[in-house]
């Protein structure tokens, strides 16, 4: 089946360290995403990836990185720059240059602690 | 800029209830449309989606309409039932353009 798998599901840290969480699709997509979701509130973009080693930075990027080696593969990592790093993080794929509407598949997400 | 308005909950419903949640848009372009469900500590489903004007996307019996006169397209069901209970968001994508926009969310209960 294809899809998107994130780990792990649950994932603590003490504050001050950096921690990397995984995204990985077998779906062929070309697009990958990251977000953040806070509770009871909606997603917030943190980067996005269109090709193999091309990012850009979403609408909160501050205190997070990310690389895109491979295709099917879009770590995020927040660092210890990022001051509220508790919540729940959704990585996403899609495919690129469709003619009809390409729609975002999700992964079941991983939710962050730190303490 | 592009955005998505949703109407705020939570929204308490009695099973077999009808149900409307709105969701309203702006765009410089000319946009694709989309309903996703989440489920409680899971991602983001895709429930539905609408690609240009006066399309109706359904699922699950689910229906919204791309209204391009209003910029709108509401979700409705005409029986919820008690396994509909999540949270809804309404969302956008510019052709092209490879970035969404979502709504704020609106969390559905459904009493017995």
Redo the contacts between chains.
Sequence with gaps: DGG?T?SPKYLFRKEGQNVTLSCEQNLNHD?M?WYRQDP????R?IY?S?IVNDFQKGDIAEGYSVSREKKESFPLTVTSAQKNPTAFY?C?S?M??QV??????????T?LTVT | GDSVTQMEGPVTLSEEAFLTINCTYTATGYP?L?W?VQYP??????LL?A?KADDKGSNKGFEATYRKETTSFHLEKGSVQVSDSAVY?CAL?I??F???Y????T?LNVKP
């Design positions: 998107i994130q697009a995403y009871g509130q909606g997603l973009l996005y269109q959704l996403a899609s690129v240059w009809s509407s390409y729609e975002q598949y999700f992964g079941p997400g939710r | 694709s989309f996703y500590g899971e991602g983001l489903q895709l989606k690609t968001f994508s052709y092209n490879n970035k969404f979502f709504g704020s969310g969390k």
